[in-house]
């Protein structure tokens, strides 16, 4: 079950267009997406999930259950960036150990998105409230993140760190405000005038995802050739910390709710790694963070190991644990 789960997802053509843009960087290729389609690309999949999920939301009645989600979902974002700011910070300075930390406590929006597709394929769909979580689990890791910075940085010329403000910039966030927002359009939305637009959300999505992964695999193609001049220590992190992560919520998560579509996403969630919303805010808030440091951790080693390896070990952790 194992071998076919993974060979199943290593065979998935969208797995595979993030493999052709490693390999077209690697070869010296002048394939690129342009940048304005790949912007236009990951809104368009920011719109369709959030919507998609906001109908998925309309159909169901609020309870304990999902209340406890929600906490859930929070204490994810906050814990793991709580206990990875400690071991980073053994290796790394204080600034690399803080955005590397909420990176890997925030979540990646793409990773999510793959993994409503992973769902599809074993046919078996989103519940909608999971859109909602994944949103609220943005701004804790990064709020968690830049505190430990703020209290661990021994120079005198320490940065004074506003959290309203990282408050409302997380929460402002492109990405966030978004999918926020879709998630509530849909589900304002009927049925029927949701019917409009469902081959536009729904019949075009996996297309569009495989052009960004390809999108993806060229970025952390070219990202890599610098980052192993950081030493193995980035790379084993960026490796072994989000399967624990996963495998452990995918199991804690059993205390929270027993459908396993919805621990299979707590797993995912946190398992991923931002490289959208984290290095915007670190960008302005942490500058002395190197952004060559945890880019490349999220992008180009947690996010194809979640992919390849991780989404068929969180499934099956979920189906018999």
């Known amino acids: 079950m194992n071998f076919n789960l993974l ?3 290593l065979t998935n053509p969208a797995l595979l267009f993030f493999v052709l843009g490693i390999i077209a960087v690697y070869v010296k290729s002048d394939l690129e997406i342009p940048p304005n389609s790949s912007k236009f690309i990951s809104l368009y999949l920011l719109f369709a999930i959030g919507f998609k999920g906001g109908q998925e939301l309309s159909h169901e009645a609020f309870t304990s259950e999902i209340g406890f989600s929600m906490l859930l979902g929070i204490c994810i974002s906050a814990v793991i960036p709580l206990y990875t700011f400690f071991i980073l910070k053994r290796k790394l300075n204080v600034f690399d150990a803080g955005a590397i930390a909420a990176a890997y406590g925030s979540v990646s929006a793409v990773t999510f998105v793959t993994a409503v597709s992973y769902l ?8 909608g409230h999971m859109v909602a979580i994944m949103a609220l689990m943005e701004s804790p890791a990064i709020i968690i993140g830049l505190v430990l910075i703020s209290i661990f940085n021994k120079e005198e010329s320490a940065t004074q760190i506003n959290i309203p403000s990282v408050i409302k910039h997380s929460l402002t966030n492109g990405s966030v405000l978004l999918i926020i927002g879709s ?5 304002l939305a009927n049925a029927k005038q ?16 495989a052009i960004f992964l390809l999108d993806m695999g060229i970025t952390s193609g ?28 995918a199991i804690l998560s059993s205390f929270v709710t027993a459908d396993i579509t919805n621990r299979f996403m707590f797993a995912v969630l946190a398992a991923s790694a931002s490289y959208i919303a984290v290095p915007a805010a670190m960008k ?4 002395k963070a190197n952004p060559g440091l945890y880019l490349p ?12 390896v991780g989404m068929p070990l969180y499934f099956l952790i979920v189906q018999h644990v």
């Open 183 to 187: 998630l509530v359009i849909g589900f």
């Open 120 to 127: 599809e394929s074993q046919q078996l769909s989103l519940h």
């Open 194 to 209: 949701a019917e409009g637009i469902k081959p536009f959300t729904n019949d075009l999505f996996k297309g569009f995802l």
């Open 7 to 9: 060979l199943e997802n």
């Open 284 to 287: 302005i808030t942490v500058p």
């Open 297 to 308: 951790m999220a992008l180009a080693v947690t996010f194809p190991i979640n992919i390849t």
């Open 222 to 249: 070219r990202k890599l050739k610098s980052f192993f001049s950081f030493g193995i220590f980035p790379i084993v992190f960026a490796i072994v910390i989000p399967l624990i992560n996963g495998s452990v919520f």
